[in-house]
């Protein structure tokens, strides 16, 4: 997690207890969950059943909706249910996911009819091909695409949900995409701005080459971004009046590329250094989406829990990192922000066993004994909401710290229990949690 992969895995660290607290048993501290998971539970087979997760919601400004492994398809399912109804019901404005920006922005072209758009959903998904080109390349997109397509079509181009990445992987694509922006809101000036990026273009997007690039043969290439994002600033108004979709696009891009250098110059250093800078460019993004779609906008993002849960509920906290839900709440507050969690007690995923390495179906064995997926297989709901608000000042439960499964895109089953579980205070990670006992993996496009 330290290093620019991000395997989305946290090490089991023991957290101590205060010392004037009075730790219940291991006994308690079970029995306790296996009831509170047994009686509260609000069963989820269709989309009305969640009608008690978005009354809790009220008046949120931005809803995060996690994820404890990157190749479940419940997940991507109910995210999916959950995002329909807030679109239809509450006018949420946009889902931004823990995808690159540029690649997803075709996709965002495709569902709000922009110019340009190509008509094909899968044909767009089909050219997400940078690995793990699964997460969002796969036919549970597909049907959200499609969905959010129609609808839109029914609606003013203002009132149009979007669909956007937030992440700096895709920094190559961005690089690349910035001089055609740059034309349409600033003509003539397509060579101008290829010329300042060449040195990043070259490297084709390639985090190794940059790497090599920076560290051995002084590539920075700093200034010249930093200086296409002020040219963007201070004509924000003329370069908005010509195109304004245009005007962001090229914003963003030329900002991705720029938090995308400071996450790989920073990477394998000692610290959280660069995982910040990744978890906090969510953050900016989001915001940045919230202000382009205007007063009263609302935003719903996608991404692992350990973006999503609050970091100062876990081990995260301790070890100096930030993440979207930590850095969202202190930023909009607890009132305009709603964090779901989601988890599950078995079943088979999509990972690699390496970064990079092929794309394979693997069996997530029964999570660990003491773990809140061992607690929630007890309670015995085959899927189930929790909310989880009303617990933060049970003084018993807001001291106990459990085990939450986190698989990321790299994953080795044999590992499962020493490598895959992050000390969690429940309640003040998320305010609501998604359990599926058993779950399936995805299904992608890619053969």
Request: proline share 5%.
């Amino acid at each position: 997690m330290r290093n620019q992969k991000h395997l989305l895995l946290l090490p089991v660290l023991l957290l101590s207890i205060s010392a004037c607290a009075r730790p219940a048993t291991a006994d308690a501290v079970e029995a306790f969950w296996v009831e509170f998971f047994r009686e509260n539970a609000h069963p989820l087979k269709v989309p009305a059943d969640l009608d008690p997760l978005l009354a809790a919601m009220g008046d949120s400004r931005l809803v995060l909706l996690g994820e404890s492994t990157h190749g479940t398809s419940e997940y991507y399912r109910w995210r999916d249910k959950i995002s329909r109804r807030l679109i239809e019901e509450k006018a949420f404005s946009f889902i931004a996911v823990e995808g690159d920006w540029e690649a997803l922005y075709q996709l965002n072209k495709y569902v709000k009819r922009l110019p340009g758009a190509m008509d094909d959903p899968e044909a767009i998904l089909r050219r997400l091909d940078r690995w793990p080109e699964w997460m969002w390349a796969n036919r549970e997109v597909l049907e959200l695409a499609r969905w959010m397509r129609a609808r839109n079509e029914k609606l003013p181009p203002e009132q149009r949900a979007g669909f956007y990445g937030i992440d700096v992987y895709g920094w190559g694509d961005s690089v690349r995409r910035l001089p055609e922006y740059f034309e349409r809101i600033a003509p003539g000036s397509r060579e101008r701005v290829g010329r300042a990026l060449a040195s990043l273009d070259r490297l084709d997007g390639d985090m190794r080459a940059f790497h090599v690039a920076a560290h051995q043969q002084g590539l920075d290439a700093g200034a010249a971004v930093q200086g296409l994002i002020d040219e963007l600033q201070r004509n924000e108004q003329e370069y908005g009046r010509r195109d304004d979709a245009a005007y962001f696009a090229a914003l963003q891009s030329a900002k991705v590329v720029r938090e995308a250098k400071r996450h790989m110059r920073t990477s394998g250093l000692p610290g959280g250094a660069s995982w910040n800078v990744r978890a906090t460019h969510f953050k900016d993004t989001v915001e940045r989406l919230l202000d382009f779609y205007g007063e009263g906008a609302k935003g719903i993002a996608w991404a692992h829990n350990t973006h999503v849960g609050d970091a100062r509920a876990t081990d995260m906290g301790r070890a100096g990192l930030v993440n979207i839900g930590r850095l969202a709440r202190q930023r909009l507050g607890n009132d305009d922000v709603f964090l779901v969690g989601f988890a599950t007690y078995e079943g088979e995923v999509f990972a690699g066993r390496g970064w990079g390495e092929a794309r394979e179906r693997m069996r997530m064995p029964p999570a660990r004994e003491g773990s809140f997926e061992h607690y929630l297989r007890q309670a015995g709901h085959p899927s189930a909401l929790y909310l989880l608000r009303d617990l933060e000042d049970d003084e018993m439960v807001s001291l106990q710290i459990g085990l939450q499964r986190a698989v990321g895109v790299v994953y080795q089953p044999e590992h499962d229990r020493q490598r895959n579980f992050v000390p969690t205070i429940l309640p003040e990670r998320y305010d609501a949690l998604l359990y599926f006992c058993t779950t399936s993996p995805l299904d992608p496009l890619h053969e």
